[in-house]
């Protein structure tokens, strides 16, 4: 099971056709780009290169060959999915955010959502008459696309609610992974060291074929258990006294809203803090992007706030709004960055560091890691707490 993260940005232009998920949306401007600029697919495809480690879509259709000028990305998708299917690996589940001013999405949202459904459904195409089909059947659009098919080999569902032939319900959900329950058709409980309440689906779609195929419980709750995870992406690093969750290999708006929600759901920390650098790649809509984001972040759920580089700064002035004087730390470097940030580290603290690679926030990691949390008692009998490496009193 591999899971890839995908985002893109295009400029808004008169003149252009705005396309989303392969529908066209009425509006006076459309998206600039050398095919027709859907966003949404390109972001789709990126994620699934991603996720099979094999680059972006500017190195299977860049934006010098004519013949992808003006081509509908819904072709490329097509393409994409016949990739993944030379891999030998299939879609479980798709979960997309779309971040833009107007026009209003809403009215389209179904038709997208049917327009992807259906290019995931070519992988029927080259399904063997005694083939498997599996998928997640809380999807009520996947659900009546599929219905519409007709299809004649043998298909499993998995989801939550009680018409799917495998069933799951969440249990814990903490730093270290998440708990879940299988409860039909037979109750059995299960673990996976991989953080996200998402990650239950897409171990019962793994639960669900090996079902199938008759592998014992105990390999398949083995199996899952020892899921090899890629370093510096929700990678949680323990020091003594706090934890750092590590997520500095790339940053996006969509993937920081879903770092901060992990975050808020690791309700055994008494201190969360929250390091965000810069977000790049995003086009002329950067700094917009950027505080957006900062106005987002829960300042009942986190204690502090720092941010580094130009763009990150953005953030913080707009977080500033929601959270206490002096909560909000915007920083020029990283010695500065780690220095500020001792300073407020408490004991049973959890830390979010976040940026896009070139940051290489990975050294502020490290760095922090060089020194661990003391605990001092003071003349008046107030305790302290401080790193232990480079602090003076």
Do not use: W
């Not at 879940?180 to 996200?196: A, D, Q, S, V, W």
């Not at 002096?326 to 470097?333: L, R």
């Amino acid at each position: 099971m591999r899971t890839g993260i995908g985002y893109d940005v295009h400029k808004m232009v008169e003149g252009r056709k705005l396309i989303l998920g392969g529908v066209e949306i009425p509006h006076h401007k459309g998206l600039l780009g050398h095919s027709d600029a859907d966003v949404l697919i390109h972001a789709i495809m990126d994620s699934i290169l991603g996720a099979l480690a094999l680059g972006d879509i500017g190195k299977y259709f860049p934006d010098t060959d004519m013949q992808y000028k003006d081509i509908s990305s819904m072709v490329l998708l097509e393409k994409v999915h016949n990739i993944m299917k030379e891999h030998g690996y299939e879609i479980g589940n798709i979960d997309s955010i779309v971040v833009a001013q107007e026009p209003k999405f809403a009215p389209y949202i179904d038709s997208m959502r049917e327009n992807i459904a259906k290019a995931k459904l070519e992988i029927l195409e080259g399904l063997r008459p005694d083939g498997l089909f599996v998928y997640c059947g809380d999807d009520p659009i996947l659900k009546k696309e599929i219905e519409k098919l007709h299809i004649e080999q043998k298909i499993l569902t998995y989801g939550k609610e009680d018409f799917n032939d495998y069933q799951c319900e969440l249990g814990i959900v903490d730093e270290n992974g998440v708990s879940f329950k299988l409860t039909y058709p037979n109750p059995e409980n299960y673990y996976i060291p991989m953080l996200g309440s998402h990650n239950m689906f897409n171990a019962t779609a793994a639960i669900t074929v090996a079902k199938y195929f008759n592998i014992p419980f105990k390999s398949i709750q083995e199996g899952l258990y020892h899921i090899e995870k890629t370093g510096m992406r929700n990678e949680l690093v323990y020091a003594e006294g706090f934890t750092i969750l590590n997520d500095s290999y790339k940053s996006n708006p969509s993937s920081v809203l879903a770092a901060l929600n992990t975050l808020y759901n690791m309700k055994q920390y008494k201190q969360k803090i929250v390091v965000l650098g810069d977000m790049l790649g995003l086009g002329e809509e950067e700094v917009k992007m950027h505080e957006e984001i900062g106005l987002k972040i829960d300042s009942t759920e986190i204690e502090y706030l720092f941010t580094i580089g130009p763009l990150a700064q953005h953030m913080g002035k707009m977080a500033k709004l929601n959270f206490e004087k002096g909560k909000v730390i915007s920083c020029t470097n990283k010695p500065q960055l780690v220095e500020k940030l001792k300073r407020v580290i408490k004991p049973n603290s959890i830390i979010l560091v976040k940026a896009s690679r070139p940051l290489e926030l990975e050294e502020v990691v490290e760095r922090i890691l060089e020194g661990e949390v003391i605990e001092l008692e003071s003349l008046d009998n107030l305790k302290l707490f401080a790193l232990s490496d480079d602090l003076k009193f």
